[in-house]
């Protein structure tokens, strides 16, 4: 199993970003979705999360600003990020879900600064 996590980088405040997750190994329509992100000196929580069927959830601080979206043709689960702020500086994780078993990518890092 392997997700690969992309689209991090430097933005300015109230600027946007795309991250995307790929997956192989898996069934991924089969699977919850999420995406989560650690701040230094901070626990990881979870942003968005999609399920196979669709519905979604997202963390308070992120509501009206992100969207996560699947493609299950292309095993792919997404992250738009818009009006970001410097308190979205983090790792942000890809994370597969289904009954018992858990699977992380790699991280990309995202930093929101002038």
């Known amino acids: 199993v392997q997700l690969q996590a992309s689209g991090g980088g430097l933005v300015q405040p109230g600027g946007s970003l795309r991250l995307s997750c790929v997956a192989s190994g898996i069934i991924f329509r089969s699977h919850e979705m999420a995406w989560y992100r650690q701040a230094p000196g901070k626990q990881r929580e979870l942003v968005a999360a999609?399920?196979?069927?669709?519905?979604?959830n997202y963390v308070d601080s992120v509501k009206g600003r992100f969207t996560i979206s699947r493609d299950n043709a292309k095993n792919t689960v997404d992250l738009q990020m818009n009006s970001l702020k410097p308190d979205d500086t983090a790792v942000y994780y890809c994370k597969a879900v289904r009954y018992e078993y858990a699977y992380w990518g790699q991280g990309t890092q995202v930093t929101v600064s002038s």
């Open positions: 999609i399920t196979s069927a669709g519905s979604t």
